[in-house]
T-cell receptor, first 110, second 116 residues
Framework: EDKVVQSPLSLVVHEGDTVTLNCSYE??????LLWYKQEKKAPTFLFMLTSSGIEKKSGRLSSILDKKELFSILNITATQTGDSAIYLCAVVSGNTPLVFGKGTRLSVIA | ETGVTQTPRHLVMGMTNKKSLKCEQH?????MYWYKQSAKKPLELMFV???????ENNSVPSRFSPECPNSSHLFLHLHTLQPEDSALYLCASSQEAAGPTSYEQYFGPGTRLTVT
């Protein structure tokens, strides 16, 4: 059974801190890994990763995939209160649509 | 309207009621999805429609019945639900293609369902 595990489950940091969120997976026939940010309701897409070692960046957010060790990290530098959200990791394997982890709840306090 | 819309945004129903959730995507996508999000659980995929045909239903109880009349609209018909069915129901869409694909799904705002 495909599995996606995120850690930590929750995290509280101060504004300006740098955080690293982890996502490990066990799936058959890996295709891609996606990161989403979920605030009040709908998850919004952040990154899609398919190749190992290639960092994707968007502003203060960056992510990288390690297909040998089966994990990905999401980094957020200089955190702001607006970064407070649940960050979801999801994996596509074979012909299976997204399998999500439980998410990491990030709280950034001023 | 842009993106993916869902109605209603909130729904309270009794266990004997029949109601329907509606999802509409304005992105020209060819696949649509229903997810259930319960507290402290991962998002659970319920149904997938690709090119208006159901491709996966993940052993969802029959009290949930999907309908996809065309590539832009998706419904979830509800009847005789249980209190444990209370959750946020999210609709998503994506553009599927042969070969490597983004699988990037765009989500609607969700319907918060409470079964009393």
């Amino acid at each position: 059974e495909d599995k996606v595990v995120q850690s930590p489950l929750s995290l509280v940091v101060h504004e300006g801190d740098t955080v690293t969120l982890n996502c490990s997976y066990e799936v058959t026939n890996f295709r891609s890994l996606l990161w989403y940010k979920q605030e009040k309701k709908a998850p919004t897409f952040l990154f899609m990763l398919t190749s190992s070692g290639i960092e994707k960046k968007s502003g203060r957010l960056s992510s990288i995939l390690d297909k040998k060790e089966l994990f990905s990290i999401l980094n957020i530098t200089a955190t702001q209160t607006g970064d407070s959200a649940i960050y979801l990791c999801a994996v596509v394997s074979g012909n299976t649509p997204l399998v999500f982890g439980k998410g990491t709840r990030l709280s950034v306090i001023a | 309207e842009t993106g993916v819309t869902q109605t209603p945004r909130h729904l309270v129903m009794g266990m004997t009621n029949k109601k329907s959730l509606k999802c509409e995507q304005h992105l020209g996508h060819n696949a649509m999805y229903w997810y259930k999000q319960s507290a402290k659980k991962p998002l659970e995929l319920m149904f997938v429609y690709s090119l208006e045909e159901r491709v996966e239903n993940n052993s969802v109880p029959s009290r949930f019945s999907p309908e996809c009349p065309n590539s832009s609209h998706l419904f979830l018909h509800l009847h005789t639900l249980q209190p444990e069915d209370s959750a946020l129901y999210l609709c998503a869409s994506s553009q599927e293609a042969a070969g490597p694909t983004s699988y990037e799904q765009y989500f609607g705002p969700g319907t918060r369902l409470t079964v009393t």
